[in-house]
């Protein structure tokens, strides 16, 4: 069974950089899997951030490739998230999540995190 | 990027009726890609439906999805008190997953 738990600033300033990581156990991030991120506004839908692949190979929601950047540490057996930036509307619960390559749909997810931007 | 529209946007329904849920897509979506999730107040999603028709371990069975191509469908037999939340569609296209602005069962 996969766990996932996210971690990092609640808070983040306009205009600064948003940080989060995802801390794994119940299995190896260097697995075959893909790991990734999805925010969700106060009140609002789901939406796909980013997808990095065991191998590296990473996957960027177009509307948001510019800023953010997604990393494995294998040593820690956790993946991170970057989003550079920031402004009010990426406040949101940022989740972690699972996906299972083939079908390629999210089976794991964190409990979330709220990062609220502002100053 | 494929466009996902879910409707209606609420749904008022009694305990016992039936639901049915749309998600359209903008474009053809391969149904071996399109997924349904539920999501209640406070909670992180969870997954009832992949492949557009297979349910989720554990996902009881009067949860069915269909469809094919643009049109996907959600079923629910007879609604649950469980069962009133939020639900979304997600495709994946082969590089990058979109979802449905999400459908709200809500008890009438």
Sequence with gaps: ?119 | EVVLTQSPGTLSLSPGQRAALSCRASQSVNSSYLAWYQQKPGQAPRVLIYGASSRATGIPDRFSGSGSGTDFTLTISRLEPEDFAVYYCQQYDGSSWTFGQGTKVEIK
């Design chain 1, 1 to 119: 069974q996969v766990q996932l738990h996210e971690s990092g600033p609640g808070l983040v300033k306009p205009s600064e950089t948003l940080s989060l990581t995802c801390t794994v156990s119940g299995y190896s991030i260097t697995s075959y899997y893909y790991w990734g991120w999805i925010r969700q506004p106060p009140g609002k839908g789901l939406e796909w951030i980013e997808n990095i692949y065991h191998s590296g190979s990473t996957y960027y929601n177009p509307s948001l490739r510019s800023r953010v950047t997604i990393s494995l540490d294998t040593s820690k057996n956790q993946f991170s998230l970057q989003l550079t930036s920031v402004t009010a509307a990426d406040t949101a619960v940022y989740y972690c999540v699972h996906i299972l390559t083939g079908p390629f749909y999210f089976d794991y997810w964190g409990q979330g995190t709220l990062v609220t931007v502002s100053s």
